[in-house]
């Protein structure tokens, strides 16, 4: 970029070249041909047959033929919403005077600099053309388009994941998606397949909590935190790297359905939260979440019981606060559904100066799923060219043609080196702006595995059921009722109660059971140790209020 400021309108004004209001005076083909007639299409006679020559009919056709693209494998049910990111003046960020203190990512600095965003919010599981009041995981996916390039913060409304490894990925989906011989049902989690998975991988017990509370039940998609879930990196201009997790609090507070409600709404209005969303920006109203973060010194990061390469733990705050460091604001509705919000494409990878990568697992496998899943919804390369993915900073590289390439290159020479070109893009070094991989030391066998740090599963569970209010801790003995009697296998049933939850709290086991026809363990499980059973006042920040 040539340094100028990236202000709130920028890609306002970008997407103003491209859009159409729909009121030109006449008809044309797609090729500008006037068109003097469209209801009928061009006959052979009275009553004859429609004619093969029918240029307008057939494109006309052919386009409608080719109106959608694949739906998002998961989080296929979406809306969106453009607005704005501000950095706060003088943030507290407690040992560190300032922000350039940890990263030098540039749309972070100035406290005047409005970066403009999309952010798309939906379920995960079910289809396009789902409802949203179902219990459900929730994505909270920002683009930032800013003058470094496009971060895409790709979060959900948990702040923790079912799995710690990539690898499982694909098992949990299909455990969690409809089943393959009759797609029932569309609403996440309540079937054989997901709760057999679930009995079978203690991992995923702590994002079970989250989604058995209201925290799957959300009112409004403005009264939802957010959560990048894992631990990214900052990096300062030194190299000098801070682990930090991503927070957004909504600034009119978490609000919640409770599970009556949601039913009585799906089937009253499926998209509650779609309209909601459009209707209430459409009204004027600005949407606004505090941003910040948790921020811990690469020498301090043993000093935690859990792992914080682990997306299945939370940094409780009562160890790290959240350090609100700017402000996220949504203020506008996009035009046109499909060019803007089907057609947004998120990639974890998109990352800019300052801001890198850790090696969690499941990020990691992460930054290959994202990019590789757009080919199969664009079925081209050039998906970061359209509208709504492309960045505000310049682009300019050597990559050429593909399926509906938007940009015509010029120059002779498209490769490097070379010695005839006149388009040769230059190399920039960190102090210019260039992005710099952290250089984080690796070094180790090559061996499939999984830490022993990861380990494990039921502290951090325990910590959430334990900061639970008398009727949250209702409301999730409830949903465990409604959930898994809906399971017909009862060692699948038996297997959630004895293996998962009398490890949690052996109440709440107890409780579970009585309400599903299992047998309530005699005995806590073997994998609650007294020192945690015993500490309630271990209260996790993260809870709902
Ligand atoms: C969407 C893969 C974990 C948040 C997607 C999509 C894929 C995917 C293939 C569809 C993208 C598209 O078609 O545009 C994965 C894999 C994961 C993983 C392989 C783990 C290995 C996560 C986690 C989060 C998350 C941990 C939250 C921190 C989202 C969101 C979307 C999404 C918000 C929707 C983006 C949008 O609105 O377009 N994911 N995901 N995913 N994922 Fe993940």
Redesign the pocket.
């Known amino acids: 970029s040539d340094g100028e400021v990236v202000d709130a309108k920028a890609k306002q004004r970008q997407l103003d070249e491209v859009r159409e209001d729909g009121s030109d005076e006449f008809l044309t083909s797609d090729h500008g041909v006037r068109i003097s007639e469209t209801d009928n299409s061009l006959k052979a006679g009275q009553r004859g047959p429609t004619i093969m020559e029918d240029f307008h009919f057939r494109e006309k056709m052919t386009q409608f033929d080719h109106e959608s693209i694949p739906e998002?494998?998961?989080?296929a049910r979406?809306t969106g919403a453009y607005g704005y990111f501000q950095p706060y003046e003088d943030p507290d960020l407690g040992e560190y005077d300032d922000i350039s203190e940890v990263t030098k990512a540039s749309f972070l600095q100035d406290p005047a600099q409005k970066t403009p965003v999309f952010t798309?919010f939906?379920t995960v599981v079910g289809s396009r053309g789902s409802a949203d009041t179902v219990r459900d995981v929730r994505?909270?996916?920002i683009k930032f388009y800013t003058e470094a390039g496009n971060w895409d913060l790709?979060?959900?409304n948990m702040p923790v994941?079912f799995i710690q490894d990539?690898m499982e990925?694909p098992d949990l989906v299909h455990a969690i998606k409809p089943e393959p011989d009759d797609a029932v049902p569309q609403a996440a989690s309540a079937h054989d397949t997901f709760w057999d998975f679930a009995s079978l991988k203690p991992e995923i017990t702590h994002m079970l909590m989250w989604l058995l509370s209201g925290r799957a039940l959300p009112r409004a998609y403005w009264m939802m935190q957010g959560?990048?879930?894992?631990t990214f990196r900052f990096v300062d201009d030194g190299g000098e790297s801070v682990f930090v997790k991503f927070h957004l609090d909504p600034k009119l507070g978490t609000n919640e359905l409770v599970w009556d409600e949601t039913q009585k709404i799906a089937g009253n209005n499926p998209d509650f939260n779609r309209e909601g969303l459009y209707d209430v920006i459409e009204a004027g109203h600005e949407l606004e979440w505090e941003v910040g973060v948790q921020l811990v010194e690469e020498d301090e990061a043993d000093q935690f019981d859990f792992d914080l390469l682990d997306?299945t733990k939370i940094i409780p705050e009562t160890e790290v606060p959240v350090r609100p460091i700017g402000t996220l604001v949504l203020n506008e509705t996009p035009d046109n559904f499909f060019a803007e919000t089907e057609q947004?494409?998120?990639h974890p990878g998109n990352v800019v100066p300052g801001i890198d990568f850790t090696n969690d697992p499941?990020l990691q496998?992460?930054l290959f799923?994202?990019q590789d899943?757009?080919l199969n919804?664009f079925n081209s390369a050039n998906w970061d060219e359209i509208p709504i993915n492309r960045p505000l900073a310049e682009r300019h590289n050597n990559q050429r043609a593909g399926f509906m390439r938007q940009e015509i290159n010029t120059g002779t020479a498209s490769y490097k080196p070379n010695s005839i070109g006149d388009d040769d893009p230059a190399e920039a070094s960190a102090a210019e702006g260039g992005y710099e991989h952290h250089a984080e030391k690796v070094d180790g066998r090559k061996i499939r595995n999984r830490s022993e740090s990861f380990e494990d599963h039921f502290s951090q569970a325990r910590l959430f059921w334990n900061s639970m209010t008398d009727h949250e801790k209702q409301h999730i003995v409830d949903a465990a009722h409604f959930e898994l009697g809906k399971v017909d296998r009862m060692q699948i049933r038996e297997r959630v109660v004895f293996d998962l939850f009398n490890n949690v709290d052996h109440e709440f086991a107890k409780r579970v059971a009585e309400g599903i026809g299992v047998e309530p363990p005699d005995t806590p499980g073997d994998e609650i140790d007294d020192h945690d059973r015993e500490d309630p006042s271990l209260s996790m920040a993260n809870r709902t209020p």
Do not use: D, E, W
Request: proline share 3%.
């Open positions: 998002r494998v998961v989080h979406g798309r939906s994505g909270f996916a790709v979060g959900n994941f990539a990925f959560f990048g879930v894992h997306p947004v494409a998120f499941l496998g992460r799923s994202y899943t757009q919804r």
